[in-house]
């Protein structure tokens, strides 16, 4: 079935790589990772759903980052709804990004309030401090990242708000900051397309924008509705390298679905749900929740992504 995505990913031979019965505590599920660089190791940060419902976040390393994964023996970032309100049903699906500037991690999470879920940001130097800086952004809103460098002396954000106002739209939004605790310059810049199209229903970023030499690659999901439920795949679109506000490219059709038995079956099926990536040289590695359920790995090339762009 590989032709139904192009044969651009390839699904690791050891997927899923990491379930709830790899973990060194009791929980549900995990799935929706994030996934970065130290001390030339890879590091999930995955979302951990536990027997009650709620989900935390736990760091993962490996040495070479598709096995022989180090689990974290308890939460490494725990929802604390006292101290932080939003929090008050769990955080869920971090994305990372190295801010050299900062010499720190950007975390962005999911926290999810009383008043809907919002978006949430933490720095951290090592995976064990963390410096949160609370909502960044109130609800509704999810898969929000930072770019890893400065435009025109302010961050940017890629942020998801949405509405159930009729023809309001689930897009992509970006947005500015000049300290990454107060955000503004919204604006909508990957709109969910209409009718028929796989991503008609709702779209939102998936790993965090990759630099390339012909501009920041975007991998998002977008959402069809169906008979059977919500349908989660994968597209691509790039932006200028200067300017994230120019939309430079889109792809027509998808290049990454649900087919395989663990994506297709789960707590919620039909879903591949990538939160981070990582690259070497023309190498892709894409680390994805499938079925809200377990955590998988598909590989891919650079070249072969832009090319579906060109």
């Not at 660089?37 to 027997?51: A, C, F």
């Not at 107060?182 to 965090?208: C, F, M, Q, T, V």
């Not at 087919?259 to 919620?268: F, H, S, T």
């Not at 990536?277 to 090339?301: F, Q, V």
Request: glycine content about 8%; overall charge negative; some cysteine.
């Amino acid at each position: 079935m590989a032709h139904l995505d192009n044969g651009i990913f390839t699904r690791d031979p050891g997927n899923p790589i990491i379930t709830a019965d790899d973990l060194p505590y009791l929980a549900n599920t995990v799935f929706n990772a994030a996934a970065t660089e130290i001390d030339g190791r890879t590091l999930l940060l995955m979302r951990v759903e536990d027997r009650r419902g709620m989900s935390h976040l736990t760091a993962a390393i490996s040495q070479n980052g598709v096995d022989n994964w180090k689990i974290d023996s308890s939460p490494t970032l725990a929802p604390d709804p006292e101290a932080w309100p939003e929090d008050a049903w769990g955080i869920e699906d971090p994305r990372i990004t190295w801010l050299e500037d900062e010499k720190k991690w950007a975390v962005t999470y999911t926290s999810y309030s009383r008043g809907g879920p919002l978006v949430s940001l933490a720095l951290t130097g090592d995976f064990r401090k963390f410096e949160r800086l609370g909502a960044v952004l109130p609800p509704e809103n999810k898969d929000a990242a930072i770019f890893p460098v400065r435009f025109g002396g302010k961050w940017a954000m890629l942020h998801r708000p949405y509405s159930d106002s009729p023809g309001a739209g689930k897009h992509i939004w970006i947005a500015f900051s000049p300290d990454l605790r107060h955000w503004g310059a919204h604006r909508i810049l990957i709109p969910a397309r209409e009718g028929g199209w796989w991503d008609a229903a709702k779209i939102g970023l998936s790993a965090p924008p990759l630099p390339t030499e012909d501009g920041w690659l975007i991998l998002y999901h977008g959402v069809r509705e169906t008979a059977a439920g919500s349908l989660y795949r994968c597209g691509l679109a790039l932006l200028d390298i200067d300017d994230p506000t120019r939309l430079l490219k889109r792809s027509d059709e998808w290049i990454f679905s649900p087919q395989a038995q663990y994506e297709r079956i789960g707590d919620v099926g039909d879903v591949v749900f990538p939160c981070g990536w990582m690259r070497d040289g023309d190498k892709i590695r894409l680390y994805y929740g499938a079925a809200d359920t377990c955590i998988c790995l598909a590989h891919a090339s650079l070249r072969d992504l832009m090319d579906c762009l060109k």
